[in-house]
Structure formats: structure tokens, C-alpha cells
């Protein structure tokens, strides 16, 4: 008997799905829930964090439910070859958007560390002077960086290492090797939970140590916020890619992915190395040229 749900041909549309308003909705409330954490909105009061993580939790949730209908869909073949080419246009439409979005961090940082010495011939306007004495030097006087040749040089070596192993992984599926396509997974996944362990280490270490937050250096948080902004995003995506990689190999250890149909993977292995590209960025600029 032949499968009702299974797709007749190429341009089979999959069945509609409310998940997508559904996690927009949530990452919204989610949003608004931050505003209000840090300024207060709505008649509440600043510190209010519950309305975050309503949205926090709601985002997950849409995004976990969303996700299974997409492996479903897979599993029930109706990811026809057109099907999957849209897939990966959105992928590539989701990582261009996050370029733009470290892009926005860069453009902050370069500002900064490129430009300080033209802040020194701003005329005078008001307080404006004593801000651009403040930026006059970069990194700002007094503050103590982080030695790059330390954890952030284990860091990269620590994703790069997982970019080779994420690779191996991918061609030991398209050769129909899956005992080598596991190990590869299992590999990058432990770089991966690994890198995090590093990150938050030395973390602690700057807190530890008050590096960026010198009193009595001027603008001094400056430094710190630019820091931590573009490092600890890159963080999170980390983990996110650990997550999505995390789920490839129980999927892949559950009989998922073949030769010929494994976007599932492809798609992790693109957003991993797009993480890795952008920390040898990171590495180069943050760390080394101008830490």
C-alpha cells in the first residue's frame, strides 16, 4: 500500500507549520522581556527578568518542536532534491544574517583600536572632550590584556582541530562509512564542549583578576564590553553548534542520514565552520593585532 504521506514529485510542499510565527512571537517576547530587565517597560520595574525568560523558554521550546517536524519530514521523504535546495538557501540566508550580525561587532571594535588617534583632534564640545582624551588610546591606559599565546591560542587550535574532525565526519558519510562519521562526531562535539570549558575559564580569570575593569583607568569598560560582546556571542554560537552537531550524532547513531540525503549534517557542518572562520577573526583582531 503505498504511503499517503510520501511526496508524488519534486515540488512537493511540505505540510504548513505554526512553529515559525510561533518562535517569531517568543523571540519578540523575549526581546521586550530583555528592554524591560535592563530599563523596565510596561509599568514594571528595571531587575524584572521573568517576562525574558517566558520568551527564553518559549524560543527554545518552538525551536526543539519545529526542529522534530523538519526530522519527521525527513524520515517520511518528503524532502524532495527541490525541497532540500530551499533548505539550503535558508541556511545560507541564516548564516549570511549572522555575518552581518559579528560584522556589526567588528565595525565597533575597529572603530576603536583604528581610528583612536583621530579622536585626539575632535574640537572641543562640552563633555565630548573628556571622552575623546578617554578613547585617545587604545586599548584604553591602564588596562591589562589578555596574553593571546595562552588559552585563546588553545582555543584555536581547539576549533580548527574540530574543523578537520567535522570534515572527516562529513565525507565519512558521503562514502557510507558510518563508524568513521560517528567518531568524527564524537570528536567534534568534545572540541566543542571543550572550547566552552576553556572560554569559561578564562573568564573567571578576567573577573578574577579585574582585567578590563580598572577604576581608576578612564572609559576603561570600554574595552571590556567590546570583549565580551564579540567573544561571548561567538560563545553562544559555539554552544549552539555543539547542540546542533550534539543531535546530528544521536540521529546518525539512530540510522539517520545516507550518502545521498544527509542535509541535516551538511547544515551543522556549515554553521561549525562559519564558527570556526569567525574566531580565527576574533583570534587575529581582538586577541593579537589590537588586545
Not at 91 to 117: G, H, P, R, T, Y
Request: with cysteine; glycine share 8%.
Amino acid at each position: 500500500m503505498a504511503d499517503p504521506h510520501a511526496a508524488k514529485h519534486d515540488y512537493h510542499l511540505v505540510n504548513p507549520s505554526v512553529w515559525p510565527l510561533f518562535c517569531s512571537a517568543a523571540a519578540c517576547l523575549m526581546m521586550v522581556g530583555a528592554v524591560v530587565w535592563m530599563k523596565g517597560l510596561f509599568g514594571l520595574p528595571e531587575g524584572t527578568n521573568w517576562v525574558f525568560f517566558s520568551g527564553l523558554f518559549l524560543t527554545v521550546l518552538g525551536m526543539g518542536l519545529w526542529w522534530t517536524d523538519v526530522v519527521k519530514e525527513a524520515n517520511a521523504g518528503d524532502h524532495t532534491p527541490v525541497v532540500a535546495l530551499g533548505l539550503r538557501y535558508g541556511m545560507v540566508l541564516f548564516i549570511a544574517s549572522e555575518i552581518m550580525f559579528f560584522a556589526a561587532f567588528f565595525w565597533m571594535f575597529f572603530e576603536m583600536s583604528l581610528f583612536d588617534q583621530a579622536r585626539t583632534h575632535i574640537p572641543e564640545i562640552g563633555a565630548w572632550t573628556e571622552t575623546a582624551a578617554a578613547w585617545s588610546t587604545w586599548p584604553p591606559k591602564g588596562i591589562e590584556t589578555i596574553d593571546p599565546w595562552h588559552l585563546p591560542l588553545l582555543n584555536t587550535i581547539t576549533l580548527l582541530l574540530s574543523g578537520t574532525t567535522v570534515t572527516w565526519a562529513h565525507q565519512a558519510i558521503i562514502e557510507g562509512d558510518r563508524k568513521g562519521a560517528k567518531w568524527g562526531l564524537i570528536l567534534t562535539v568534545a572540541l566543542g564542549v571543550f572550547f566552552t570549558c576553556i572560554q569559561a575559564y578564562e573568564y573567571a580569570e578576567i573577573l578574577h583578576e579585574n582585567l578590563f575593569f580598572n577604576e581608576e583607568a578612564a572609559n576603561s569598560g570600554l574595552y571590556g564590553s567590546i570583549f565580551f560582546m564579540a567573544t561571548g556571542f561567538h560563545g553562544f554560537h559555539v554552544l549552539i553548534g555543539t547542540i546542533f552537531l550534539a543531535v546530528c550524532l544521536f540521529r546518525l547513531m539512530g540510522g539517520a542520514f545516507t550518502p545521498k540525503q544527509h542535509f541535516g549534517f551538511e547544515a551543522a557542518a556549515w554553521y561549525w565552520h562559519f564558527v570556526d572562520v569567525v574566531w580565527l577573526f576574533l583570534f587575529a583582531f581582538v586577541y593579537v593585532a589590537f588586545g
